[in-house]
């Protein structure tokens, strides 16, 4: 089929001359030099195939014509965006399965109470807000998932999962207020959260409202990310054969300026690669940011089509809505879709705001086709028709082809308007997102628009309108939901309870490590590998790793339980066929995210949220390097509290000192404070394997044999140069746990009373135990040794304890912890820590002594740990100065000698502070 190409088509498509697809669709004469009639043989040879073998094998003709141009030097020659029109042809359209007329009553009905809570919450002067806008836009891509395909969870369906838009939560609010699940009170309480369980919260908020709101969304970005790695837990649970998931599906509804968000985009190339069929994405394309246009000098439906179809999704687009169909159908030139295609976005929020003879004038008044094909039109008409998400037979349409797509997860990108219906003051406006009141000639239109049966002053009084029980309405949604196995969203705990291994087996499990060089970090390693083979809990742990197991002595494991991939393995590793090798199977254990801790997290909020939206009890250990936690991913495990997510975070190489030849960047000493923001976050710093085993076992009966809605970190450390003790005689699981004991219970508090208490965490204990023996030997002082494991915990129980007795002056006052075990002890009181200093001082108020608290402030840099212990000033020599000097401040040490001590401990006091070095 080959032709002359004329000089003059050489010319063009040398000059690179661009043609619309509008163009080459059509057949007009494209800049490539084809003739017309030579171009429409290739057409009809493509509709040959087409109607002979069907669009895969067009698609696969059409790879292989690119994959040999590409090896003759042709560049460029694939396009990631299509048309700017539906997607789906309107002969391909399924019949629509409901009643429409009665869902858009349906629809108009919950728009109505969702505009009214949010303008009684305005109208009540407490100031608490709303927002408006985002439902307003999305009401029909949210009720078309409800009436038809979101699943709740029953006895032979795992259920769905579905992340709504945050700012969406007042229409979720509304629909459950129409079924009956909320009443009159519970929305004229929209924002006031307290009395807990009064009001309802803001936003989605599981802490708050834990038997309605399944996932956290309105951090955006996060709602997304969590989404995709959700989907791939429930294949995880699969392959493991713990859980029948195979019905289930993740729709998750994201506004189209939250893509801005990294969060939102980072993860997609996982749902192609797991071939997460499981997942639907809704991106609500209002075009509106909340304060401007998403994009307005581009188009961002094309921007994200591009993105997703390039990362190997399967792209929908839902633009226009039917009254564009016959218009679209007579679009015989092309000049219709060449139209859509040019107009950039900020112009057409301007059409939103504007008449429609201004439509008829900028739109389609640059070309008199176009025109013509709107004559028959009024300009009323025009203003009216209809972008694809406010159509529910299109977004029917969408939805169905995504649930049957295989093979890859679906995004729909719905065009849709922000604020539509709530009239001249909120709809299109930049001001939309922040509008919180109506006037009452906008509640009239909106009231009249919609055709709900309100007088005149029940529509100015925003009045809640629901529907007699036994109303068509009601009776439809009713069931609806009861075809789709009842309510969403909702939130059912397990009343599973797990039988978690003893104290004792704990300990029998590291009876090997007592008098050996480990490290906490290898301790932990060790009980989880243990705990996998447990014939209870065992097939429930979920060792989650980000590309760090050998770092952290953890890759024994890779033989023992299998790494986790949805492919098995189809290739030979290099180290097969040695006692630890990388093994990946199916049904494999271990969750390795590669470096990705943002996906890490989110995984460890999948397992450990699956006790109440899987009704099975998981239990999540991420260990990760621990300055990447916090300070990488802290709304993620914020959004875990939010989740009542359980499980264990494990900071391993934490520490300044510890992890002393990465330098600054990664060396940790924050995460025990940031740690201690998060309400439900119980965080330990143990120093020995025995403290690591206690707590670990503490954690999980407290979790998953009592149900507490709590859930751990841990730092361990990577530094295993001296041995690990066995248990003191003396010392129990209870004061491990809560948080201070002294290492020899049997001294007596009189003998205690007057001398130093020296508080150690972490590997830093070994250098406050030397420092106990150079008091003694050097000064002729003795002092006593207590192993703080939880500042954290010390502090939130005294301050519990002092509230409680500030509230009742006429009972007996409570004691707290720490006034339990210091009683009679007047102290110094000195602590030390590779913590930074203000860990420890959240305990200054509750103590009965004089306090003085080393830590390692300042950045962190590479060193031998001997040279960074003595710039942080937190080694043996540094403790003893720190309690020397605290003696002297009270009378019990002659304050002249201490420079001399400076000397005699080889302290520079003209040195460098490390806060500021």
């Known amino acids: 089929m080959a032709g002359m190409m004329t000089d003059?088509?050489?010319?063009?498509?040398?000059?690179?001359?661009?043609?619309?697809?509008?163009?080459?669709?059509?057949?007009?004469?494209?800049?490539?030099?084809?003739?017309?009639?030579?171009?429409?043989?290739?057409?009809?040879?493509?509709?040959?195939?087409?109607?002979?073998?069907?669009?895969?094998?067009?698609?696969?003709?059409?790879?292989?014509?690119?994959?040999?141009?590409?090896?003759?030097?042709?560049?460029?020659?694939?396009?990631?965006?299509?048309?700017?029109?539906?997607?789906?042809?309107?002969?391909?359209?399924?019949?629509?399965?409901?009643?429409?007329?009665?869902?858009?009553?349906?629809?108009s009905i919950v728009r109505w109470n969702a505009m009214a809570m949010v303008v009684q919450a305005a109208r009540s002067g407490t100031g608490v807000g709303g927002h408006i806008s985002t439902f307003a836009s999305s009401a029909c891509l949210v009720e078309t998932g409800f009436n038809h395909f979101f699943h709740a969870p029953?006895?032979?369906?795992?259920?769905?999962?579905?992340?709504?838009?945050?700012?969406?939560?007042?229409?979720?609010?509304?629909?459950?207020?129409?079924?009956?699940?909320?009443?009159?009170?519970?929305?004229?309480?929209?924002?006031?959260?307290?009395?807990?369980?009064?009001?309802?919260?803001?936003?989605?908020?599981?802490?708050?409202?834990?038997?309605?709101?399944?996932?956290?969304?309105?951090?955006?970005?996060l709602g997304p990310l969590c989404s995709l790695y959700q989907a791939r837990f429930l294949r995880y649970l699969q392959h493991r054969g713990l859980l029948d998931t195979s019905q289930s599906r993740v729709w998750c509804f994201i506004g189209d300026g939250e893509v801005d968000e990294p969060e939102t985009l980072g993860a997609i190339t996982l749902g192609a690669r797991e071939h997460l069929d499981n997942v639907t994405w809704v991106i609500n394309c209002n075009l509106q940011r909340l304060d401007g246009p998403v994009r307005g000098n581009?188009?961002?439906?094309?921007?994200?089509?591009?993105?997703?179809?390039?990362?190997?999704?399967?792209?929908?687009?839902?633009?226009?809505?039917?009254?564009?169909?016959?218009?679209?159908?007579?679009?015989?030139s092309g000049q219709l879709k060449k139209r859509m295609l040019e107009i950039v976005d900020g112009q057409f929020q301007k059409y939103v705001v504007e008449s429609g003879s201004y439509i008829r004038q900028d739109f389609f008044g640059k070309n008199p086709e176009l025109l013509k094909l709107v004559e028959h039109l009024s300009d009323d008409q025009i203003k009216d028709l209809r972008r694809g998400g406010h159509d529910a037979q299109k977004v029917y349409t969408a939805y169905h082809a995504a649930v049957n797509h295989k093979g890859v997860p679906t995004v729909i990108l719905a065009h849709t308007i922000k604020g539509y219906g709530l009239g001249e003051s909120a709809e299109g406006k930049n001001t939309t997102h922040q509008q919180k009141k109506l006037e009452e000639d906008d509640l009239l239109k909106f009231r009249t628009r919609f055709e709900l049966p309100l007088s005149d002053e029940e529509a100015k009084a925003a009045k809640f309108y629901k529907p007699d029980p036994s109303s068509p309405e009601v009776k439809y949604m009713l069931e609806r939901r009861k075809e789709l196995g009842g309510f969403l969203p909702v939130r059912k705990p397990t009343s599973e309870r797990l039988t978690i291994p003893s104290f004792d087996q704990f300990q029998t499990a590291l009876k090997g490590s007592v008098g050996k060089e480990w490290s906490t970090t290898m301790v932990l390693g060790r009980l989880m590998g243990w705990l996998c083979t447990d014939k209870n809990v065992g097939k429930r742990i979920v060792p989650i790793i980000p590309d760090e197991a050998q770092t952290f002595g953890m890759h024994t494991l890779f033989a023992q339980v299998g790494i986790y991939s949805s492919k098995g393995q189809q290739y030979t590793p290099v180290d097969a066929g040695q006692m630890v090798w990388y093994r990946e199977e199916t049904n494999g254990q271990i969750l390795m995210e590669g470096i990705n801790e943002a996906g890490a997290m989110s995984s460890f909020v999948a397992a450990g949220t699956a006790?109440?939206?899987?009704?099975?009890?998981?239990?999540?250990?991420?260990?990760?390097?621990?300055?990447?936690?916090?300070?990488?991913?802290?709304?993620?495990?914020?959004?875990?509290?939010?989740?009542?997510?359980?499980?264990?975070?494990?900071?391993?190489?934490?520490?300044?000192?510890?992890?002393?030849?990465?330098?600054?960047?990664?060396?940790?000493?924050?995460?025990?404070?940031?740690?201690?923001?998060?309400?439900?976050?119980?965080?330990?710093?143990?120093?020995?394997?025995?403290?690591?085993?206690?707590?670990?076992?503490?954690?999980?009966?407290?979790?998953?044999?009592?149900?507490?809605?709590?859930?751990?970190?841990?730092?361990?450390?990577?530094?295993?140069?001296?041995?690990?003790?066995?248990?003191?005689?003396?010392?129990?699981?209870?004061?491990?746990?809560?948080?201070?004991?002294?290492?020899?219970?049997?001294?007596?508090?009189?003998?205690?009373?007057?001398?130093?208490?020296?508080?150690?965490?972490?590997?830093?204990?070994?250098?406050?135990?030397?420092?106990?023996?150079?008091l003694s030997e050097k000064y002729g002082v003795e002092s006593d040794v207590w192993s703080v494991t939880s500042y954290n915990e010390l502090k939130r129980n005294a301050q519990a304890v002092a509230r409680w007795n500030a509230l009742h002056p006429d009972k007996k006052p409570k004691q707290s912890h720490i006034d339990q075990v210091t009683a009679g002890v007047t102290g110094p009181f000195i602590s030390a820590s590779e913590n930074v200093q203000l860990v420890a001082e959240q305990i200054r108020q509750y103590l009965p002594g004089r306090y003085t608290v080393l830590g390692c402030d300042g950045f962190g840099r590479s060193e031998a740990r001997e040279v960074l212990r003595r710039h942080f000033e937190v080694d043996a020599e540094c403790i003893v100065f720190a309690a020397l000097s605290a003696l002297a401040k009270d009378g019990h040490f002659d304050a002249k000698r201490l420079p001399k001590v400076l000397q005699e401990l080889g302290i520079d006091p003209e040195k460098v502070d490390p806060a500021t070095a």
Not at 53 to 65: F, Q, S
Not at 715 to 737: H, K, L, R, W
């Open 611 to 774: 006790y109440a939206n899987l009704g099975l009890n998981m239990i999540p250990f991420y260990v990760y390097y621990s300055m990447f936690g916090f300070q990488r991913v802290g709304d993620l495990i914020w959004l875990a509290g939010d989740s009542r997510a359980k499980g264990f975070l494990c900071g391993g190489t934490s520490g300044r000192i510890s992890l002393n030849g990465e330098g600054l960047q990664h060396q940790d000493g924050h995460s025990q404070l940031i740690a201690s923001s998060v309400p439900n976050l119980l965080a330990y710093d143990p120093a020995f394997g025995y403290e690591v085993a206690a707590i670990v076992q503490d954690g999980m009966r407290r979790m998953y044999a009592e149900d507490e809605n709590v859930f751990y970190y841990l730092s361990v450390y990577n530094d295993g140069s001296f041995p690990m003790p066995a248990i003191p005689a003396g010392v129990t699981q209870e004061m491990i746990c809560a948080g201070l004991y002294p290492l020899e219970p049997s001294v007596t508090a009189k003998k205690r009373a007057h001398r130093p208490q020296l508080l150690g965490s972490g590997p830093i204990m070994q250098y406050v135990l030397k420092a106990k023996q150079i």
């Open 298 to 332: 581009g188009k961002i439906i094309q921007e994200l089509e591009g993105l997703f179809r390039g990362a190997g999704w399967n792209v929908l687009k839902v633009i226009w809505g039917a009254d564009w169909d016959p218009i679209l159908a007579n679009d015989e």
């Open 8 to 107: 003059s088509s050489r010319s063009a498509a040398s000059n690179g001359h661009a043609v619309s697809e509008s163009q080459t669709e059509l057949g007009e004469l494209p800049a490539v030099g084809l003739d017309t009639d030579e171009l429409a043989e290739w057409y009809e040879s493509l509709d040959d195939v087409f109607h002979r073998y069907g669009p895969e094998e067009v698609r696969a003709l059409l790879l292989e014509l690119q994959q040999r141009a590409s090896a003759k030097g042709v560049t460029g020659t694939a396009s990631l965006t299509t048309p700017y029109i539906n997607t789906i042809p309107v002969d391909a359209e399924p019949s629509y399965p409901g009643d429409r007329k009665i869902e858009r009553k349906i629809r």
């Open 154 to 221: 029953s006895k032979s369906h795992t259920g769905d999962f579905v992340y709504f838009q945050g700012h969406a939560s007042p229409g979720v609010y509304s629909r459950a207020f129409v079924e009956g699940r909320l009443d009159e009170s519970h929305l004229k309480n929209f924002r006031r959260e307290l009395p807990r369980g009064q009001g309802l919260s803001s936003y989605p908020h599981p802490w708050l409202m834990p038997d309605f709101w399944q996932f956290p969304t309105v951090s955006m970005g």
